[in-house]
């Protein structure tokens, strides 16, 4: 099996899994941002979000890009703000 197979291959199964976790009404950017938050070592009063840009998925995303992608992930419900009183600290929920 050639490189390319296997990546078509992992691919699909990845489509597959996001579709199973109801992922698939997310954007692209927003699945990265999402990917990114969920790998990023959770406290309890949430993840920074400079933690979230720095991260591989992200980085390379502009910044106003990646905030619109947050702030639609937070309408969505797939990341809440932190009650805590600083700013810029957001909580991973589980997908719908």
Do not use: W
């Not at 050639?2 to 990546?7: A, F």
Request: proline share 3%; with cysteine; hydrophobic share 35%.
């Amino acid at each position: 099996m050639s490189n390319i197979s296997k990546l078509t291959e992992l691919r699909k199964l990845m489509l597959d899994m996001e579709h199973a976790m109801g992922l698939q009404e997310l954007s692209t950017v927003e699945r990265d941002v999402y990917y990114a938050a969920s790998d990023c070592p959770d406290t309890s009063d949430g993840v920074r979000t400079n933690r979230i840009r720095e991260h591989a998925i992200v980085a390379s995303m502009s910044r106003p890009t990646f905030f619109r992608a947050l702030k639609s992930l937070v309408g969505k419900g797939y990341l809440e703000q932190s009650g805590s009183t600083s700013r810029g600290r957001y909580l991973v929920k589980a997908p719908k």
